[in-house]
C-alpha cells in the first residue's frame, strides 16, 4: 500500500537518516548538518529538513551520533544542596527554561548532585570521570568559587548563570541586573511619595545580595534620601526578616525594599505584630516574584527575573564556547522588571515627613 504523505513511517526507531533526507529532497550529509551544524545551512532547506524529520518522527541515535560528532549532546548541571525546608523557585524556573532552551538545540541537560565544600570539584571531575558531556551550566555562584577556574584550567567548556563576585573575571556568565531591580522599586517608590526608604537584605559578602543593595544605596542617593540606619540584614528566613526589621519599622519607615521575596513576607508578619497592613501603612517591595508574591493579602509588588532569556543566553554562549573555544568571552546582563501589586498603594499627600 503506498504511504500517505504526512504519516509517520513506522517506529521514530526504524526511521533512517536517509528517509529523510529522501523526503526533503535533500542529500544525507544536508541532514545530518541540520541535526548537528545547523548553522551552515540556509533557513530554507533547514525548515525542509525538520518538516521531514518531524513528519517521520526520526530521532537521531545519540551513541552513533556522539561518535560521528565527537558530542554527547549531554550539557551537565550540579544541583547543590539547600537548607532543608527552603523554597528554591528560582532556580527551578531557571533549570526549566534551561532544559527546555537545550532540548530545542537537541541537547539534554544532566543533572547531577554537587555538593558543598571540598566535594564540589570531585563531583564535577567524577562526572567527566564516568560520562561524556559537551560541557557545564553552573549557577550559585558566590565569592572564591572555584568552579571556573578549575573548568577553564582544564579547557571545559562552561558558561555561569552569575557572575564571578570576586576576582579576575573568567570564561562566559549570563547574570540578571539585581542593583537595576532594587532601583527600579526605589524609583517607583519615590513616585508613590515616599521618602523614608528602607532596605531589608542579606548580610553583607553575598554577591547577590551586595549587588541589590547596591542599586537600592545608587537610587536613594541619586534622590537626596538617607540611607545611614536605614538597612537591616536577615538570613533568607521568614522568621528571622520578621525579627531584624522590626527596628526600622519602629524607627518610622514608610516603605520596606527587601532582597527577596522571603524576606519580604518576614516584613508582612512584622508589620501585623504591630497591628500595620502593607500597602496602606507601609509599602514593601520583594525580589524574584516567585508564586508566594501573588498569593499574599496584599499580593507583593516584586522585582521578576528574566528566567527564560536567561536560560536561552546560557544555552547560546555554551554552544557558542563548544564551537569555537578561543572566542572572546559574553557577559550578559539582563535586566529584571518590577511587577507592581497592591503592596506598594500610593501614599497619601502629606503623611510623611
Given amino acids: ?9 513506522g517506529a521514530a526507531g526504524n526511521v533512517t537518516l536517509a528517509m529523510v533526507a529522501r523526503r526533503a529532497g535533500v542529500s544525507p550529509q544536508t541532514v545530518s548538518n541540520a541535526i548537528n551544524a545547523p548553522d551552515l545551512l540556509r533557513p530554507d532547506t533547514l525548515a525542509r529538513v525538520q518538516q521531514a524529520i518531524d513528519a517521520l518522527g526520526y530521532r ?35 533549570l526549566h527554561a534551561l532544559s527546555q532552551t537545550a532540548d530545542e538545540s537537541g541537547h539534554r541537560i544532566l543533572l547531577f548532585a554537587a555538593p558543598s565544600g571540598q566535594k564540589l570539584l570531585e563531583s564535577y571531575q567524577e562526572l567527566l570521570d564516568t560520562c561524556s558531556v559537551d560541557g557545564f551550566v553552573l549557577s550559585g555562584t558566590t565569592h572564591g568559587d ?3 577556574a578549575w573548568l577553564a584550567q582544564r579547557s571545559i567548556p562552561f558558561v555561569a548563570f552569575g557572575r564571578i563576585w570576586s576576582g579576575r573575571q573568567i570564561g562566559d556568565w549570563v547574570d540578571v541586573d539585581g542593583a537595576a531591580g532594587t532601583d527600579t ?27 541589590r543593595a547596591a542599586g ?15 538597612r537591616a540584614e536577615s538570613i ?28 519580604a513576607v518576614g ?40 528566567l527564560e532569556a536567561a536560560g536561552r543566553e546560557c544555552v547560546r554562549l555554551l554552544l557558542a564556547r563548544i564551537r569555537t573555544p578561543s572566542r572572546e568571552p559574553e557577559r550578559p546582563l539582563l535586566a529584571p522588571e518590577l511587577i507592581v501589586r497592591p503592596s506598594t498603594a500610593r501614599r497619601a499627600t502629606g503623611t510623611e515627613n
Fill in 1 to 9: 500500500m503506498a504511504q500517505v504523505s504526512g504519516q509517520r513511517t
Fill in 60 to 94: 537521531p541515535h545519540r551513541a552513533a551520533q556522539t561518535l560521528r560528532t565527537r558530542s554527547s549532546k549531554l550539557i551537565g548541571y550540579g544541583i547543590q544542596p539547600v537548607q532543608p525546608g527552603t523554597s528554591t523557585p528560582v532556580m527551578d524556573g531557571f
Fill in 146 to 148: 572555584p568552579r571556573q
Fill in 267 to 306: 516584613c508582612y508578619r512584622a508589620l501585623a505584630d504591630r497591628g500595620l497592613a502593607p500597602g496602606e501603612d507601609v509599602a514593601v517591595t520583594g525580589f524574584d516574584d516567585t508564586p508566594a508574591a501573588h498569593l499574599l493579602t496584599p499580593p507583593l509588588t516584586s522585582v521578576a527575573q528574566p
Fill in 216 to 230: 537600592w544605596k545608587r537610587a536613594m542617593q541619586r534622590h537626596g534620601l538617607p540611607v545611614r540606619g536605614r
Fill in 236 to 263: 533568607d528566613d521568614v522568621e528571622q526578616a520578621r525579627a531584624a526589621v522590626g527596628s526600622l519599622l519602629d524607627a518610622g519607615a514608610s516603605a520596606v525594599v527587601t532582597a527577596s521575596d522571603t524576606l
Fill in 185 to 211: 522599586a526605589v524609583e517607583h517608590l519615590v513616585g508613590q511619595g515616599h521618602k523614608k526608604i528602607v532596605f531589608l537584605g542579606w548580610p553583607r559578602g553575598s554577591g547577590v545580595g551586595d549587588d
